[in-house]
Each structure stands twice: as C-alpha cells, then as structure tokens.
C-alpha cells in the first residue's frame, strides 16, 4: 500500500513545489493511473514512491510518504528494491551494462539479491514467456529494438516480484503487440494483488485498465476517481489533459440531443460505439431517419 500524507517536495533548484499537499492513499491491488500536463509533478512523484526523490536528486520534502508502512524519508532506494520495482522511460538507461544476454540481465537483480538458483530460473523463464522474450533469451540487451529493451526493463522489475509496481510511460516505444502484452500482465499483477502506479501521457490505457485515475495540476492532485468520472470531466483540458476523441465527439453529440440523456459519456472505443448505435436506434424508432 501506498499512502502519502500532506505531502509536499522542493527540488534544492526549483522555485515553487514540484509536488503540494498530496495525500493519497492507493491499496494493493489497485492499478492507479496518474496523469497530467507537462511539468504537472508525475515523474517527481513517480521518483517519490521508488525512494529515488529526494534521495538521489536532493530536495525539501515535507509531510510524509510511506510504501508498505515504511516511512520513504528514511529509507535508501536500495532498501526498496524487491519492494517497489520502478520502469523509467527510457529502457535504455536501466539496463545493468553488466550482462551479455537477455536471460542474465533478468536474472542480475535476483542474484544480487541471493535467490537461489532453481527459483532464478523458474521466474526469469516466466517473465520472459510472459512478455514474449523467450526468443530472444541469448542476445545481448544491446542488439534488440527500443520496443524490446522496454518489455525487457519491464521484465527485470517483474522478476523481483515487488508488491508496487511504478510503470512511467511504459509502453511510450511498443507497438500495439507489445503493449497488449503489457498491459495483460498489469491486469495478472492485479489479481496477484501488486499496487501499480502507471503514468501516462495518453488517456486510451488509463481509460481501459486503470481501477482509477489522478490528475495532477502544477504538483496538486486536481482529480481522483474512477476513470469514466475523470476522465470525462469537463475540466481535463484545462489541466493540459487532452480528451479521448470517443469523448469529445459523445459530448458534441450530447450538446445536439443526439446522446441519450442518462447514457454517461464513453472513455473507450466500445463504450462510444455501444451509445451511437443507441442514439441512432432511438432518432430510428422516432422517426427521425
Ligand atoms: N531534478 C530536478 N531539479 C529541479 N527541478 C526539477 C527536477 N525535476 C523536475 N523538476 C521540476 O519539477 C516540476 C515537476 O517536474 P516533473 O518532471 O515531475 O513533471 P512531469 O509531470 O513528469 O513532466 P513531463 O511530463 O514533462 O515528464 C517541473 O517544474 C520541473 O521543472
């Protein structure tokens, strides 16, 4: 579980909070998505959860932040490793350097943290089918794609089996295959009882895996709910949110008469679809076509 009281951050450098007043508390099992503008505080608080801010950046930070009941403000990023497993943006800089093969560097963390070896291996094959590597199991890190080396950075964090999952943008370079495959096994975390925190820039996700989702605005949380609340609020592009396009064409057909009234506004494909076959039906039986 992941719960931040009153929580606000400084970096040494900035001049106003990258991060103000959050309190937030996500249980296990919840796969929790955080949005929000550019410069809105979501890789701060992303840093916040896997220990390495204000740690490794330095900062002021004030309230406090606990996952799994340890106070963050006095725990190393170290002491959270097999706890929180944290994927970054940019696969390429999570790669340990140390490993020639796709199946050594899955199994680093592990050894480093002693597990013996049947178990190494019974989870590093796992992962690897899971996520469609098994193939690729004897190249080296260095010589697969951008898409690869993110299902990779992805694997490496699984293995550890940590109760938070920290996912930023984590399927920013995959193409609709890799990130199915992702997002399936966010759903198996799910039910494994893993707390996921993803952030992300594109709402299509969010809205169709997230248990619920955040907004953050200028470091504040602007929102929070489940995302057909959220993420049909009429406020989104004011928090530098771009709606789903299946919720801005619902609301420009509800501002005409030509959504049904207590039919809520969609946030997936299917949800939109299943309403305009509904308000043709009914312009049908009126007469109207
Ligand atoms: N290491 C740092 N030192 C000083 N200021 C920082 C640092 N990292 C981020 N900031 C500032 O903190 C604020 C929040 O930045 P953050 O990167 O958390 O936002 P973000 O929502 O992740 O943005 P983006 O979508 O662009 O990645 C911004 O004003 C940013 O300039």
């Given at each position: 579980?992941?719960?931040?009281r009153?929580?606000s951050l400084?970096?040494p450098?900035?001049?106003r ?9 996500v249980?296990r099992?919840q796969i929790?998505?955080v ?7 979501k890789t ?5 959860i896997?220990?390495v801010v204000?740690h ?5 930070p ?6 799994g009941?340890r106070?963050?403000?006095k ?6 490793v097999g706890e929180v497993g944290?994927v ?15 199946r050594?560097?899955?199994a ?5 943290l002693?597990v013996n070896r ?12 899971d996520?469609?590597?098994t193939?690729?199991a004897?190249?080296s ?5 951008g898409?690869q080396?993110?299902?990779l950075a992805?694997g490496?964090?699984?293995v550890?089996?940590?109760?938070v999952?920290?996912?930023d943008?984590p399927?920013s ?14 759903e198996?975390l ?6 996921v925190v993803?952030?992300e820039?594109?709402?299509?996700r ?6 619920r989702?955040?907004?953050l605005?200028?470091?504040?949380i602007v929102?929070?709910?489940?995302p057909t609340?959220?993420l049909?609020?009429?406020r ?6 771009a ?5 801005t ?7 005409r008469g030509?959504?049904e009234?207590d039919?809520p506004l969609?946030?997936?494909l299917?949800?939109?679809a ?5 308000a043709l039906?009914s312009a049908?039986?009126a007469g109207?076509?």
């Amino acid at each position: 579980m992941i719960e931040f009281r009153n929580f606000s951050l400084t970096y040494p450098t900035g001049s106003r909070p990258a991060l103000r007043e959050i309190d937030l508390v996500v249980p296990r099992g919840q796969i929790c998505a955080v949005v929000g503008a550019e410069g809105a505080g979501k890789t701060t608080l992303a840093g916040v959860i896997s220990g390495v801010v204000p740690h490794m950046t330095g900062g002021d930070p004030t309230g406090s932040a606990r996952v799994g009941g340890r106070l963050l403000a006095k725990t190393q990023p170290s002491e959270l490793v097999g706890e929180v497993g944290l994927v970054m943006q940019n696969p390429f800089n999570q790669l340990s350097g140390a490993r020639f093969s796709l199946r050594e560097e899955l199994a680093f963390g592990l050894e480093n943290l002693g597990v013996n070896r049947a178990e190494m291996i019974r989870r590093v094959e796992a992962v690897m089918a899971d996520l469609g590597l098994t193939a690729l199991a004897s190249l080296s890190p260095y010589e697969i794609s951008g898409g690869q080396q993110q299902l990779l950075a992805i694997g490496s964090a699984l293995v550890m089996r940590p109760a938070v999952m920290v996912l930023d943008e984590p399927t920013s370079q995959l193409d609709a295959v890799g990130a199915g495959l992702v997002f399936d096994t966010l759903e198996t975390l799910r039910a494994r009882g893993v707390t996921v925190v993803l952030f992300e820039h594109r709402l299509e996700r969010p809205a169709r895996y997230a248990d619920r989702v955040l907004v953050l605005g200028e470091g504040r949380i602007v929102a929070d709910g489940p995302p057909t609340d959220v993420l049909t609020d009429p406020r989104l592009a004011e928090w530098g949110v771009a709606p789903l396009r299946y919720t801005t064409a619902a609301r420009r057909a509800a501002e005409r008469g030509l959504w049904e009234a207590d039919r809520p506004l969609p946030v997936t494909l299917e949800a939109a679809a299943d309403g305009f076959a509904a308000a043709l039906k009914s312009a049908r039986t009126a007469g109207g076509l």
